[in-house]
């Protein structure tokens, strides 16, 4: 017998087909596991005087009138995974200045209104800048 | 198609290794953290924390301390201790500990900033309506330069005196600690999340002063970005510094204020002058308290940055500052917040 053929082979053609298989399920199956835990909530919150009133999907876009005791007191804006506030009542307009998705919480201190994500990773230790002095 | 040994071997030794990182990439981030937002001290306070030991008490016992705070200090509450001390006529108030040693550090902040941070202005900060800002009914105005001087002329630290327990405000002076009170809520929800368990990290931000319970993760700095005070893009920052520990306030000119005839209005009153300050746009500072850097932030704002960021180390901050000009000064020591860890 051919001595050649009795070596073993450590890598046929055949054999990188395989592995290119393998590869690619398994660095999927790691790109969709560091993925999972990760990012923003779907849901958002809107608490008016500490009561939660108000649950949107972030996927419903919109604007959505908020009011308390038959009061309007802004309006809501969900335009393609975008929030933030319009049309407040409030004096200064100062929480109209924010969007949820940079600041967190969008907030009418005057209203006593809050606007959160219901379901935030709280932490994310991907996150380049963890939180914001201003 | 039949694979060789050695090629076994070797997708046996690949899928170990995809085994292992997938493993640790979903261990790595065993401290779960969990949060709760609510409004306080006229501010968003958001608690954030991970403990074995009920995070969840933890945090609420962390608000309600900032709920009592707020109903002890509070200049707008009637029934507050800071307004029953206020309302007393010039004549002796006797203060509780806690009462006393908040008015006797601001003091002496006070004293060492020649009055740049002064508790003491609270006739000016009604003049101009900034105690009532968060007020639903809030209307800017601009007072009389003859209400100013008044106003000016009735506030002032030094009129306040201290003996003991016992607080005297002469010349009609009134307090208002807006400008130290936010930082010891901070430090007081600090030492009660120490307190309910030791081992707990997260951080307290209160209307975005911040001060850290514990390094994240129990082991890395929390990467916190200093707002750029006049970019649109909430994302620039002047500069990312890096705490396990301590606490970073920053004072600005572009969070609360009103706007009448083009002309900017904000709530960092020159003590001297009466006026806003003008000649700062933003004021950071690290130090270990939440309560110095919450005042020494308001001191450096109305010294401006070419002096604070001179004076600040010898009072236990190091500081990032900006002028009107856009100019930016840091002291000595704030690089070493740059540099992660």
């Not at chain 1, 809501?76 to 600041?103: F, W």
């Not at chain 2, 090629?7 to 065993?30: E, K, N």
Request: charge should be negative; proline fraction near 3%.
């Amino acid at each position: 017998m051919n001595e050649r053929q009795n070596e073993p082979v450590l890598f046929r053609k055949k054999d990188v087909l395989v592995y290119s298989v393998l590869a690619v399920f398994f660095l999927s199956l790691l790109f969709l596991v560091s993925h999972i835990n990760g990012g923003r909530g779907s849901n958002v919150l809107v608490q008016i005087n500490g009561e939660a009133c108000y649950r949107f999907s972030i996927l419903d876009s919109g604007v959505y009138p908020i009011a308390y005791e038959g009061k309007h007191l802004m309006d809501l804006v969900i335009d393609r995974e975008d929030v933030y506030i319009r049309d407040s009542e409030c004096p200064l307009h100062l929480c109209e200045r924010d969007h949820l998705n940079d600041s967190g919480v969008l907030v009418c201190v005057p209203q006593k209104v809050l606007v959160t994500f219901d379901d935030e990773k709280v932490v994310d230790r991907e996150k380049e800048v963890d939180l914001v002095t201003r | 198609m039949r694979l060789t040994r050695n090629s076994w071997i070797l997708i046996a030794s690949f899928a170990v290794l995809v085994i292992i990182l997938i493993t640790t990439a979903v261990l790595r981030d065993t401290e779960e953290y969990v949060s709760k937002v609510e409004i306080a001290l006229g501010t968003t306070v958001r608690v954030v924390i991970a403990s074995d030991k009920n995070p969840a008490l933890i945090i609420e016992s962390v608000l309600r301390e900032f709920r009592r705070i707020e109903e002890k200090f509070s200049v707008n509450l009637a029934d507050s201790e800071i307004s029953r001390i206020n309302g007393n006529n010039g004549q002796p108030y006797e203060m509780d500990e806690e009462m006393a040693f908040v008015i006797e550090r601001a003091l002496t902040i006070a004293k060492a900033t020649n009055g740049a941070f002064d508790p003491a202005l609270g006739n000016l900060i009604n003049l101009w309506g900034f105690d009532k800002i968060g007020d639903v009914d809030f209307k800017g105005r601009v007072p009389s330069d003859d209400a100013i001087l008044a106003a000016v002329a009735s506030s002032g630290y030094e009129n306040v005196e201290v003996n003991g327990v016992y607080i005297t405000l002469n010349n009609g002076v009134k307090l208002d600690l807006g400008g130290i009170v936010k930082g010891y809520a901070i430090d007081r929800g600090i030492a009660i999340a120490q307190e309910m368990d030791p081992k707990a990290t997260g951080y307290i931000d209160a209307g975005r002063d911040i001060g850290i319970i514990g390094p994240k993760f129990s082991s890395d700095s929390w990467s916190i970005g200093v707002q750029h005070p006049r970019s649109d893009n909430p994302g620039e920052y002047l500069d990312v510094v890096y705490l396990e520990k301590g606490s970073i306030v920053t004072s600005g000119d572009y969070e609360r204020f009103f706007i009448i005839d083009g002309v900017r209005y904000h709530h960092i009153i020159n003590p001297k002058t009466g006026y806003p300050v003008v000649k700062t746009v933003s004021a950071t500072v690290i130090s270990s308290t939440a309560m110095d850097a919450d005042a020494l932030s308001t001191a450096a704002f109305v010294l401006g940055g070419e002096f604070a960021s001179v004076i600040l180390p010898s009072l236990g901050g190091q500081g990032l500052f900006v002028n009107d000009e856009m100019e930016q000064f840091t002291t000595e020591g704030w690089s070493f917040f740059t540099e992660k860890r």
